[in-house]
């Protein structure tokens, strides 16, 4: 290990700093000087020097290796598989909590497949955070599967013992994967009958992402209780979409939130904005022919989550009420604002 001035140095003096005093500012620096290692050239200095920590005996040193590669792989595409190597091989052998913990995250920034069965693994491990980590982590390291193990751990960790495990697997199960399968489903509506407020909310969500009908009552009682945030809840309805909950909506502390669920429910609203969306595309297409003007509306959300995007540019793209909203709920004229952003965009390239 590097005493001295490199790049091992550095880190290691930084995390002795931050872990000694415990205070945020240190520790954002330590974190700082690692994501300028990581972004240094191609990354490949800092995943051999960070893959050097990782067979050290002293675990601050394999803490700082865990980071360093982590921020490596998810900084540098092409060493991503690399660093995963690297860290399954510490997997093997690793039983420090705080690194486990470093390492977890480490190989959700790897993003690689053969991570999963060392998080299936570590979902039973007796400390309550690492296992609450994992469930997090799962949204970065899947199996693709509908019923891989990944997502059985899941459902698994929505029945821990420790509330904010629960939280976080029914979050990553219910909102964050797009698995939808009957045992995903039973285990999201045991989340909604949850004693903790959080994982309610959580089990209703990912209920109405799926659409299933049961949601529509439940989402109602949540909406008319008082004693819990309603911000998930209102998002769960605006998915939805549907007029049986208008009633308790009504009920509801105005707030922007509020009137996206409204506007979702209400089929007088939702049609407007439909067709708005439409005459946007329309115009577009008048005043820009050929541009490929498209709607688009994912599964697990909502109608204002409808997108507009073209083929002008490639990254393109437009929240249909949100670019409405600009346009002061003119179809007309959001039209004009995407071809005048198109112009504004035609600019700068040719200035530049």
Request: net charge negative.
């Amino acid at each position: 290990m590097d005493n001295g001035v490199g790049p091992a140095g550095r880190l290691m003096t930084a995390a002795r700093v931050a872990q000694a005093s415990e205070a945020d500012h240190d520790e954002h620096a330590y974190w700082a000087l690692v994501w300028e290692e990581a972004q240094e050239g191609n990354g490949e200095t800092a995943l051999r020097c960070g893959s050097g920590l990782l067979g050290s005996t002293d675990v601050l040193e394999r803490k700082v290796g865990c980071n360093l590669v982590g921020s490596a792989a998810d900084t540098h595409e092409a060493l991503r598989g690399e660093a995963a190597t690297a860290l399954l091989a510490l997997a093997e052998v690793e039983t420090e909590n705080s690194v486990l913990s470093s390492l977890v995250c480490a190989l959700a920034r790897a993003q690689d497949r053969r991570a999963v069965p060392v998080l299936v693994g570590l979902s039973r491990h007796e400390d309550a955070d690492l296992r609450r980590l994992v469930a997090s982590e799962f949204t970065s390291v899947t199996s693709g599967l509908s019923d891989g193990p990944d997502v059985r751990a899941l459902i698994r960790l929505t029945r821990d013992q420790d509330p904010e495990v629960r939280h976080w697997a029914a979050f990553t199960l219910g909102f964050q994967l797009e698995q939808d399968t009957a045992a995903i489903r039973d285990a999201l509506w045991t989340c909604a009958t949850d004693e903790c407020g959080e994982v309610r909310e959580e089990g209703a969500r990912g209920l109405a992402r799926r659409h299933d009908p049961r949601a529509v009552p439940l989402i109602a009682r949540l909406l008319e209780a008082d004693d819990w945030s309603h911000s998930f809840t209102l998002h769960a309805a605006e998915i939805l979409g549907v007029p049986e909950l208008l009633p308790a909506l009504a009920a509801c502390d105005p707030s922007p939130e509020t009137d996206r669920a409204v506007a979702a429910c209400d089929p007088v609203r939702r049609a407007r904005l439909e067709d708005d969306a439409w005459t946007v595309v329309t115009e577009l297409e008048r005043l820009r022919p050929g541009i490929g003007a498209a709607l688009s509306s994912p599964r697990y959300e909502s109608v204002h989550g409808m997108r507009l995007t073209h083929r002008e540019t490639a990254d393109a793209g437009y929240e249909v009420a949100a670019l409405l909203s600009r346009a002061d709920g003119d179809p007309v004229r959001a039209a004009g604002l995407v071809v005048a952003d198109l112009t504004g965009s035609t600019r700068k390239r040719s200035a530049g």
